[in-house]
């Protein structure tokens, strides 16, 4: 009884210490009783044996049972209290099971109904009346003599503390003898056991003892989990308009929303979050691992392996499945094939966010996990504190490191997870520093030390890990202080082997084992449910104060924008950008509104500016300058026909390109400059249309249309009628007179200005232009002697005008500097001549006709089959346009806005200025205060419930 006794009052003190730490000093109180029943090797002489060995007897196992009864009720009450709440707060919502109970006027009409019973029943059982005396007056005399005897014990135990004497425990505890003859049996009776064996028999009785409760208790929770997965997953069943997201979605949600807004963490964002610190290599990942029940992190053997802020946000479910925040794809735990997988998709999403040279990350990895009996809670996992910087990090990595540990740690809300590795020197820690500085009273910290298997076998001293956990050695203050094993080091383990490996070894370690280390501190397990109490705890403090907070701030930037912008709309750039892409859809639109003469009128003219040059450099010119018609016309075919075979339908190609993009950009400069338009759009409407105009190309077998209808078009020397001939005259006086004003306009560079101008506008000429202007009267003269002079001078004549430009200029002049000049002369003077035939071949087609005019009106048939050509041409591009490139381009855009549309640091550049970036944070700040509310809403409905 007394094994039984001791060991249930010592299984309520763990259970106590356990789920109910602020009962500490009561529970001590109840230990220090206890120590009461401790036996001594002492014996107490008493002079009346019979009486007083009946009376010690009965007076030691009533003291005993009233302070079990005492103790166990206190310890159990409270256990039980704390468990039931526990087990309230993790179940799901039944209000669904409403609608199968019945209506509480029928509950209240049954309960009615069975206290009227019981009453009825009591009545009708009566209490013999002298049985109910004696018993009354036999309980009077226990009760009196009880307390009577209990007095005395306990001034017996105030005067042995006192005297620091130990007799009281001896008198209650040993059997009491009469006398001390040789005669009494009694007084020979061997001494107890040895107090060493007696303490390690207790102790082991109350260790299983602790053991069965464990075994009760995982037990329980397991059928718990099983009937949580059952319930969820009839909610998850029901209709959708029942399914709501949980508590802890919710909050991450609103996490992730302040995350974008406000990564400094400056003066908004102070909502609680699990951040995990310590040393690199010191478990921080194992012991995250242990608390998500899955493996979920990459490894290396002493490699930093964690490079950037990992945010883990745990929630119950039915299936252990995990998932990325911008991720459909659910990863199921329970697969190693989608484990790792899982790991390696980390590992990948780490080493992208470390760009430019950088060892380390500010990019927040954002996952979930969900499984049955996780703890609610978010976790942030950073790298581990380095102390020297390798050659393959950058150099300011340790900085980095230590920059953005403080920064997730200054949050005044955020609770620290300070990981301390076991296995090696205390003074060897460097993240303790830390969090010290950061949280010196220790209100927000949590110690966890790992690896306790290793430090175990280390250590000479136990009492060093006794120390670290109650706080006494290292300079930081913590909230609470645990003892974890996360495994033994081999990267295969499951969680559950590791699980199943620590218990064991809590079971047999001998720290554990001599009470150095309180139950309550050991395991993951604990350590999960001590921390999801406190996050809980300070969002349940926090929330509606950071709610209140944005709404202020929601109200000032209302304020501000109805002061500077009264007349417009709260758009931010996602609306903005959906404007503009409205915009720029309209204007294809308006695009596929041009008429076919206005495409025909377009890409003619572009067509012919872009070969015009080769017209007259390559062709005409070389023909007319023959001297010849029938050398004429031979040269003009054969230069025709290797024009289209060769650089003509490419050239067509590209002038229907090139007047496709300007009609498109005069559609978007129009809508620029309109009344209505909106300024913040140009910069994104031009960068739209710029990458469109880059990215768009006309199909390849376009080349290929274009050379058949252009080689029969240049084929054809024939002019049909009237109308033909006089729309090519008209074609060729207007080429010879433009090539004319450009011919002339070279000579005045040349030949300086004219007489005019020097006497109205006081031009002079320099020296090279007096010497080209000599130049020229000789030149002049000798066309003016042979005007069907042929384009190349002839060595006689260039020593001519040598000669007489020495005798009037008195320098010598170089054949180049002749020659120069020479060539724009001859051409004008071609131009002139040309242009005076294609006067006198208006009236001809009718000599054309009957062959008369043949000769003389060459070029006026070369024009018209060119401008035929160029007919047919315009037409077949506008064809391709109208029905292929149009809506290729149009699709090109598309493409390109839904491109723009997905980049935000696209949409960041392109869509900038006080307002833009006054609606943006407007409908950040009410979006995430929306969030909080709802959140808030739905924390103090669970609260209620």
């Given at each position: ?31 220090n009783k206890s120590r009461l029943l401790v036996p001594t090797t002492q014996y107490v002489q008493v002079p009346q044996r019979g009486a007083a060995m009946f009376i010690g007897r009965l007076l030691r196992g009533a003291l005993k049972i009233r302070y079990l009864v005492l103790g166990g009720a206190l310890g159990g009450g409270m256990t039980l209290q704390k468990s039931y709440e526990q087990w309230k707060e993790n179940l799901p919502d039944m209000k669904w099971l409403e609608q199968y109970m019945p209506p509480p006027d029928k509950i209240d009409a049954f309960r009615e ?267 942030v996992d950073l790298p581990g504190i380095i102390s020297t910087v390798t050659q393959d990090m950058e150099r300011h990595t340790k900085d980095a490191i230590k920059t953005m540990s403080e920064l997730y740690m200054s949050n005044p809300n955020a609770i620290i997870l300070c990981i301390q590795d076991g296995s090696v020197d205390a003074e060897r820690s460097n993240v303790t520093d830390i969090v010290s500085q950061v949280d010196p009273q220790g209100r927000r910290t949590i110690f966890v030390l790992t690896k306790v298997d290793m430090a175990e076998e280390n250590l000479t ?30 990267k295969d383990d499951s969680i559950q082997t590791i699980k199943e490996y620590e218990e064991q070894f809590f079971r047999k370690s001998k720290i554990f084992k001599d009470g150095r280390i309180m139950s309550a501190q050991v395991t993951t397990r604990n350590l999960s449910m001590a921390v999801s109490e406190c996050f809980w705890k300070m969002v349940r403090e926090t929330v509606e104060q950071q709610a209140d907070s944005f709404k202020a701030t929601r109200f000032n930037l209302e304020t501000e924008w109805k002061n500077n912008f009264p007349r417009q709309r709260e758009l ?374």
């Amino acid at each position: 009884m007394l094994r039984r006794g001791t060991a249930s009052l010592g299984c309520a003190y763990e259970t106590v210490k356990k789920y109910q730490p602020q009962q500490r000093g009561i529970t001590m109180l109840m230990l220090n009783k206890s120590r009461l029943l401790v036996p001594t090797t002492q014996y107490v002489q008493v002079p009346q044996r019979g009486a007083a060995m009946f009376i010690g007897r009965l007076l030691r196992g009533a003291l005993k049972i009233r302070y079990l009864v005492l103790g166990g009720a206190l310890g159990g009450g409270m256990t039980l209290q704390k468990s039931y709440e526990q087990w309230k707060e993790n179940l799901p919502d039944m209000k669904w099971l409403e609608q199968y109970m019945p209506p509480p006027d029928k509950i209240d009409a049954f309960r009615e109904k069975m206290i009227k019973f019981s009453s009825d029943f009591k009545d009708s059982f009566e209490v013999n009346p002298k049985l109910k005396q004696l018993g009354e007056a036999k309980y009077q005399n226990f009760r009196d003599w009880f307390d009577k005897r209990l007095d005395e014990a306990i001034e017996a135990t105030e005067r042995a503390e006192v005297e620091g004497e130990n007799s009281f425990s001896d008198t209650f505890l040993r059997i009491p003898v009469a006398n001390n003859s040789p005669g009494n049996p009694a007084a020979s009776s061997a001494p107890s056991e040895n107090l060493t064996t007696r303490l390690e028999r207790l102790q082991d009785e109350l260790m299983q003892n602790q053991l069965k409760y464990q075994k009760q208790v995982d037990r329980l929770e397991k059928e718990n989990r099983e009937l949580r997965r059952q319930l969820l997953l009839r909610k998850t069943g029901a209709p959708p308009k029942k399914v709501k997201k949980s508590l802890i979605d919710m909050y991450s949600e609103v996490l992730d929303e302040l995350a974008e807004f406000d990564s400094s963490y400056n003066t908004q964002d102070h909502l609680p979050r699990v951040v995990v610190v310590g040393d690199q290599s010191s478990g921080k990942t194992s012991v995250l691992e242990m608390i998500a029940q899955a493996r979920i992190f990459p490894r290396g053997a002493g490699e930093m392996m964690t490079r950037s802020p990992v945010k883990v946000t745990l929630s119950e479910g039915p299936y252990h499945v995990a998932q990325f925040k911008d991720n459909s794809r659910e990863f199921d735990l329970t697969k190693e094939q989608d484990l790792a997988d899982l790991r390696r998709e980390v590992e990948i999403r780490m080493k992208n966010s470390v760009r430019g040279g950088h060892t380390v990350s500010n990019e927040v990895i954002s996952m979930s996990v969900k499984g049955p009996g996780l703890q609610r809670m978010v976790l942030v996992d950073l790298p581990g504190i380095i102390s020297t910087v390798t050659q393959d990090m950058e150099r300011h990595t340790k900085d980095a490191i230590k920059t953005m540990s403080e920064l997730y740690m200054s949050n005044p809300n955020a609770i620290i997870l300070c990981i301390q590795d076991g296995s090696v020197d205390a003074e060897r820690s460097n993240v303790t520093d830390i969090v010290s500085q950061v949280d010196p009273q220790g209100r927000r910290t949590i110690f966890v030390l790992t690896k306790v298997d290793m430090a175990e076998e280390n250590l000479t001293n136990p009492d060093r890990i006794q120390k670290i956990l109650s706080g006494r050695l290292f300079p930081m203050k913590a909230l609470g202080y645990f003892a974890v094993v996360t495994g033994r080091g081999r990267k295969d383990d499951s969680i559950q082997t590791i699980k199943e490996y620590e218990e064991q070894f809590f079971r047999k370690s001998k720290i554990f084992k001599d009470g150095r280390i309180m139950s309550a501190q050991v395991t993951t397990r604990n350590l999960s449910m001590a921390v999801s109490e406190c996050f809980w705890k300070m969002v349940r403090e926090t929330v509606e104060q950071q709610a209140d907070s944005f709404k202020a701030t929601r109200f000032n930037l209302e304020t501000e924008w109805k002061n500077n912008f009264p007349r417009q709309r709260e758009l931010d750039r996602d609306e903005l950008f959906e404007k503009a892409r409205g915009e720029i859809l309209d204007e294809m639109v308006n695009l596929s509104q041009v008429s076919a003469k206005q495409w025909e009128e377009l890409f003619m003219q572009r067509l012919w500016d872009k070969v015009s040059g080769h017209v007259f450099e390559n062709i005409y010119l070389p023909a007319g300058q023959s001297g010849n018609s029938g050398q004429f016309n031979t040269l003009v075919d054969i230069k025709l026909r290797e024009w289209a075979d060769q650089k003509l339908p490419s050239g067509s190609v590209e002038a229907g390109w090139e007047g496709l993009h300007k009609e498109l950009q005069t559609f978007m400069r129009k809508s620029s400059t309109a009344k209505d338009n909106d300024e913040v759009l140009n910069t994104l409407k031009q960068a739209v249309l710029h990458e469109t105009l880059k990215k768009h190309v006309w199909e390849d077998k376009a080349a290929d249309m274009l050379r058949v209808i252009q080689l029969n078009a240049l084929e054809d020397r024939a002019v049909h009628d009237k109308q033909h001939w006089d729309s090519a005259v008209k074609f060729l006086e207007n080429c010879l007179k433009e090539r004319l004003h450009e011919t002339e306009e070279r000579l005045r560079e040349l030949l300086g200005p004219s007489t005019k101008e020097k006497w109205l506008y006081w031009k002079y000429a320099t020296p090279d232009q007096t010497l080209r202007n000599a130049i020229r009267n000789e030149l002049d003269k000798i066309l003016y002697k042979d005007p069907n002079h042929l384009p190349l001078l002839k060595a006689d004549e260039v020593t001519t005008i040598k000669g007489n430009l020495q005798n009037s200029v008195e320098q010598d002049v170089s054949e180049n500097i002749i020659q120069e000049t020479w060539d724009p002369i001859y051409r004008r003077h071609f131009m002139r001549s040309s242009l005076q035939r294609a006067f006198s071949c208006r009236k001809g087609y009718f000599l054309y006709q009957q062959g008369l005019a043949a000769d003389e009106c060459n070029d006026v048939v070369l024009f018209w089959r060119i401008q035929q050509m160029l007919k047919v041409t315009s037409k077949a591009l506008r064809q391709q346009v109208v029905n292929r490139e149009a809506r290729r381009l149009d699709k090109e855009i598309k493409e390109v806005l839904e491109d723009f549309g997905q980049d935000r640091d696209m949409k960041e550049n392109l869509l900038t200025g006080r307002r833009v970036l006054l609606a943006e944070k407007l409908k950040r700040v009410r979006h995430i205060q929306e969030k909080l509310e709802e959140f808030v809403q739905a924390l103090n409905k669970e609260k209620s419930n």
